[in-house]
């Protein structure tokens, strides 16, 4: 058996990919480091919560005294880190715990790890040669598109939000671990990921929650920023390719091949609920008394609210590298994986 940390698993895409890779491999053993703050719920994962091969560990990636006891205890021979602050809004109003958490987390972990694993710099230990540090990381680092570019791994990094600079930061960290330590990384970046366990703070969760709700649904500016949408299982999978296939010291973009405008996924998103579940609403037919039920589409709802500040336009990814070198490919495109979706936050919101 192989212990591996998984960092951050209480999360949206930690809490996709834990049950993902216990039914896939049963030689592993996950252990789960999660600080649970507002982001994390165990209810996300309580289908693993009997599993003898996964372990919860409630705690701080910052705190290196609980890292190194992790490392001993279990004798941890792999690390796919997830935990971070994770929403772009967040970080503009209150910076600070980014940079604490996705830097100063992520360089503790990596050094625990060098340190556990490795004797000197490009010398491992007797039986930990095979051990690999995965860190997830975003398109967002390469900053924004213009209409027609894509994002490629040798794009340079430009970010423009306190998250995607704390990110680009510790993409940075973990090179030079790989340059000047010879611990053994990858890197990947993804693009937006959308489905099941997701935040209700995000995007798709707000317009689905809004719309059930009868409530306004906000989309900010005029709606038209980009970004690429891939299906969090597809993100797993491709996790899962790199961590075991990928080559060391090599970066992997992960992306759907779907772009949508933020109004295409409201657009899409309400006209999936006007055919499953109908609004109906009450319209002042005689001046503002209302007089009869009749149904009215969940698009009537969309309110565009003042953009956030420096709202990156587009991002696009290039997934060439990993569908060459590696044969991933998304199995779920938009139409099919919005549909799953919205069929679970419908249970969710509905009971
Ligand atoms: N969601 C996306 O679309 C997306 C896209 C590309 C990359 N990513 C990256 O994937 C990773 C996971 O994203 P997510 O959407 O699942 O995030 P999330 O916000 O849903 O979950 C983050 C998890 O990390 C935990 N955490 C936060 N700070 C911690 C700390 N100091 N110590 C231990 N645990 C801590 C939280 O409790 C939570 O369970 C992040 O690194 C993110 O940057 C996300």
């Known amino acids: ?29 996950i252990v789960n480091l999660d600080l649970l703050t507002y982001a ?47 929403h772009v809004d967040n970080s503009i109003k209150n910076p600070a715990v980014f940079i604490q958490t996705n830097v100063n987390g992520t360089f503790t972990l ?16 007797k039986d930990y040669d095979r051990c690999r540090f995965h860190h997830i990381s975003t398109d967002e680092v390469y900053g924004t598109l213009n209409e027609a570019d894509l994002f490629t791994e040798e794009t340079p990094y430009a970010p423009n939000s306190p998250y995607s600079a704390s990110k680009a930061s510790s993409d940075m960290i973990v090179r030079s671990y790989q340059e000047t330590y010879g611990v053994n990384t990858v890197i990947t970046n993804c693009s937006n990921n959308y489905g099941p366990k997701q935040h ?55 992306g759907g091949r779907n772009e949508r405008t933020n109004l295409q996924i409201v657009d899409t998103i309400c006209s999936i609920l006007d055919e499953k579940v109908p609004r109906k609403s009450y319209l002042p037919l005689n001046g503002d008394i209302p007089v009869a039920k009749a149904e009215v589409g969940y698009k009537e709802l ?50």
């Open 302 to 351: 969309i309110t565009f609210v003042e953009d956030r500040a420096g709202h990156d336009r587009r991002y696009a990814i290039d997934a060439t590298k990993i569908e060459n070198e590696l044969g991933w490919k998304a199995d779920e495109d938009f139409e099919s994986g919005i549909v799953k979706t919205i069929e679970w936050y419908l249970r969710k919101y509905n009971g």
């Open 110 to 125: 990596l050094d625990v790890a060098y340190k556990y694993w490795m004797d000197k710099p490009f010398s491992y230990k």
């Open 200 to 254: 209700d703070e995000k995007l798709i969760p707000t317009i689905i929650r809004k719309a059930l709700a009868g409530e306004q649904i906000p989309i900010y500016g005029d709606g038209k920023n980009i970004r690429d949408w891939l299906y969090v299982l597809d993100h797993c999978k491709g996790i899962d390719l790199v961590y075991h296939t990928g080559k060391e010291a090599n970066v992997y973009n992960i």
């Open 1 to 29: 058996m192989t212990n591996i940390l998984v960092t951050g698993c209480a999360g949206f895409i930690g809490s996709n990919f834990v049950p993902y890779f216990l039914d896939k491999y049963e030689n592993y053993n």
């Open 40 to 86: 994390g719920d165990l209810k996300n994962l309580t289908e693993c919560e009997e599993n003898p091969r996964y372990k919860f560990i409630k705690g701080d990636i910052c705190n290196r005294e609980l890292v190194e006891f992790i490392f001993k205890e279990y004798d941890i021979q792999g690390v796919i880190h997830f935990a971070a602050e994770s």
